[in-house]
């Protein structure tokens, strides 16, 4: 596949991928840490993945093969349409197999399959701030992050155990890392957490609108915010996945009539057509 | 020396500007999520003297007229860089982002560190050192490595690793330092701790 005419390698100009690149590099060495870097106007609107996409287009090169995940789907219109796009201005390969690609761009999901050293994630980053709903103010959260003062955050967690029981937070789940940065693991579910403690993968955090740019280094410490005694626990839907049985995935409920029919299947639809095809082949042997 | 083929005297930059910059970026990246792992950057065929392929094709993919540098590496390196990079040349080591060295670097501690809310507004240093050896010498730890990476680096000053710990303990703040030989690159970013082995 080769590149559409007209646009540089990767659609932004050399000064844009230099800066974001010199900002990658700053916020690979200090894991969790938010560094600004001048967000361009894409070609689609902040919110639809803007600053995963500047992260990828300063990265990507034309050996590299690249997936993109919208809620773990690879045929969502976000997915497809940032797929699509990259094949247009960079002319890369693209594919579904999580086991294939060496750049995956993801909107609020990580996928089944483990990852492996070598790969680069992508993590499109609505709202990089962990603290903006405890503080507004940016420059307090500034500060707070440069004193590592993240009483807050303990405080609203605690909060929501003497209210609720438990903590009332299923997606976003404020994350530490390297036992210094705290750091907000974009909208993935709380369930995904744990596939983010010393990943072998190297993980890139853009947020576009916010014009944050963040990372967390292959095998880095990163911790789930809890309690000694109310330990951070993962949910997931305690069914098996409709499609595919799995019991270990995430999984997404969907509504299939209005009498209140519903089933549940795997987020992830990568890894779950991979366990059919293999379900599949074994019913034929 | 190499063949002086433009009316200027200079050597070229990268061989194709996107792909080489690109290319050496991926290395560059590499690097510094695999600590003292060397990463061999291609594309730089004739490199000024006495820059190594590999620090001349690092501040031509990072450098440009946003980042002040400063260097050692003498006229014929500036004026390379000037033409190619665009980006100013200062004469205090403070005020660059990033530092070629090809002698003796100046001490950690007198360059951009960076502050506790903006630690990335820090100096990157670049030294071109003799030899970088995988599997043996240093032992490094910290993010990016999984268990312990071992490099041996020749031609850096003695008192490197007690810099390097002095750096290591201002953290957020401090210096990152990429190490370069020949065509090949490898990172210390200021997470990483290095036990002499």
């Known amino acids: 596949m080769s590149a559409e005419a007209g646009y540089n390698f990767g659609y932004l100009d050399e000064n844009t991928k230099r800066m974001i690149r010199r900002a990658l590099l700053k916020a690979v060495a200090v894991p969790g840490h938010q560094v600004p870097f001048g967000s361009r106007e894409m070609p689609l609107p902040y919110g639809w993945g803007t600053g995963g996409i500047q992260v990828t287009a300063s990265v990507i090169g034309p050996d590299d093969t690249l997936k993109v995940i919208d809620q773990g789907a690879d045929d969502t219109t976000n997915a497809v349409s940032i797929r699509r796009f990259f094949a247009r201005v960079a002319g890369v390969a693209t594919t579904e197999r999580t086991g294939e690609a060496t750049v995956i761009q993801t909107r609020h999901r990580i996928p089944e399959t483990p990852l492996r050293e070598g790969q680069i994630l992508v993590y499109q980053v609505p709202m990089p701030e962990p603290l903006f709903r405890l503080e507004p103010r940016v420059a307090e959260t500034k500060r707070m992050h440069a004193l590592a003062d993240y009483g807050l955050m303990h405080v609203k967690l605690y909060e929501d155990i003497a209210r609720h029981g438990h903590v009332a937070i299923s997606y976003n789940y404020p994350v530490m890392v390297a036992d210094r940065y705290l750091m907000s693991p974009s909208p993935i579910p709380a369930f995904d957490n744990p596939k983010l403690h010393r990943m072998p993968a190297l993980q890139l955090f853009g947020a576009g609108r916010e014009k944050r740019i963040y990372a967390v280094p292959p095998y880095t410490d990163v911790r789930s915010l809890d309690f000694e005694d109310h330990p951070f626990r993962p949910v997931r839907a305690d069914a098996p996945c409709a499609l595919c049985g799995s019991r270990e995935s995430y999984l997404d409920e969907v509504v299939t009539d209005d009498r209140g029919g519903r089933m549940f299947v795997c987020s992830d639809t990568d890894y779950c057509n991979t366990r059919q095809a293999a379900a599949t082949q074994e019913a034929a042997e | ?197």
């Open chain 2, 1 to 197: 020396m190499p063949t002086t083929d433009t009316p200027l005297g200079l050597t070229p930059g990268f061989a194709d500007p996107v792909l080489g910059a690109q290319g050496c970026f991926r290395a560059l990246l590499d690097a510094m999520a695999g600590p003292g792992r060397p990463q061999r950057i291609a594309g730089l065929a004739l490199p000024p003297p006495p820059l190594s392929a590999a620090s001349a094709a690092a501040l031509l993919t990072l450098a440009d007229a946003d980042t002040p540098v400063w260097t050692d590496a003498g006229a014929v390196a500036e004026a390379w860089l000037r033409f190619h990079a665009g980006c100013p040349l200062v004469a205090d080591p403070a005020e660059a982002v990033f530092l070629l060295v090809t002698g003796t670097p100046p001490r950690l501690a007198t360059l951009a560190q960076g502050s506790e809310e903006e630690p990335h507004r820090s100096a990157t240093l670049l030294v071109q050192v003799a030899g970088l050896q995988e599997g043996f010498g240093w032992h490094l730890t910290g993010p990016g490595i999984e268990h312990a990476h071992r490099l041996r680096v020749e031609g850096l000053q003695a008192d490197f690793t007690t810099q390097w710990a002095a750096n290591r303990a201002g953290f957020p703040r401090g210096v990152d330092v990429v190490l370069c030989a020949g065509e090949w690159l490898a990172a210390l970013p200021r997470t990483t701790r290095i036990e002499e082995g």
